[in-house]
């Protein structure tokens, strides 16, 4: 188990940064500018699900016995099924405020692809960890090898073609993570997993995810607003969509 979430973790992590060098060079500074400052939007969204979904479902699941893991583990998809679709909401309402304030950034039109985008990624980055958690390492890891391997693939290949764009990159992240997505729902009987709803456990789930991951919550706060996103959101302020990128692709090098 452990020599497959290395592999896994080393298929995501040299994929990711990958993927930073295709988007710097084909999006262009300002292109990959646009893309940084909505971007860091999903990736925030990304820590608040790890601290109350994810982490708190790595400690608590482990230690419910045989009889009570399989309702555990049912309320916390549903938790993350609720947080996907107020994600999808909120990055609606995110991009039409920004497109407003910063009319200059050229981020109209990105809404749709940006909710998209975020809602398959964290449910992807939220099955991969499920799946290792139920000790089904395999599944992860295809669901990271597809769900990685396309986007280089699919970055690449629209990059060197016709050209690519903020809008076309964040369909394509939503499109290979449905990839990672389907991988979970192929196995045998997944929609056993999934539901019926318990309101009772779930209200016990949530409580005890929240008891968890709090903390989590305020480090996760924290640490990028007052350093992440603050460097990047004061540089589109103060500077333009233009130096965004190219501090964010010199900042990817690092």
């Known amino acids: 188990k452990t020599q497959m979430v290395l592999v896994d973790q080393a298929v995501v992590s040299g994929a990711n940064f990958l993927v930073g060098l295709l988007l710097g060079r084909f999006l262009g500074p300002s292109g990959f500018g646009q893309f940084t400052l909505t971007y860091n939007l999903i990736l925030l969204a990304s820590g608040i699900q790890m601290a109350l979904i994810s982490a708190p479902m790595q400690v608590i699941g482990p230690q419910r016995g045989t009889a009570n893991e399989a309702a555990y583990y049912r309320c916390a998809l549903q938790l993350q099924i609720a947080f996907s679709l107020l994600l999808g909401l909120a990055a609606v309402s995110a991009l039409h405020v920004l497109a407003r304030l910063y009319p200059e950034w ?15 990624f964290v449910a992807q980055d939220f099955l991969r960890r499920y799946l290792i958690a139920r000790n089904d390492t395999v599944t992860a890891l295809i669901s990271d090898a597809g769900t990685y391997g396309l986007r280089v693939l699919l970055l690449a290949t629209l990059g060197w073609g016709v050209g690519l764009h903020a809008h076309s990159a964040f369909w394509l992240i939503a499109l290979s993570c449905l990839i990672g997505v389907a991988a979970f729902a192929l196995r045998p009987r997944w929609w056993t997993e999934v539901g019926p709803l318990d309101r009772h456990e779930l209200r016990v789930t949530s409580k005890e995810h929240w008891r968890t991951g709090k ?20 540089a589109g302020h103060l500077l333009s969509a233009d130096a965004v990128g190219k501090i964010t692709a010199a900042m990817n090098v690092v």
């Open 215 to 234: 903390w989590l919550l305020a480090d996760t706060v924290v640490y990028w607003f007052g350093g992440q996103m603050l460097v990047i959101y004061v």
């Open 106 to 120: 050229g981020l109209a039109g990105l809404a749709l692809p940006v909710a998209a985008a975020s809602m398959t």
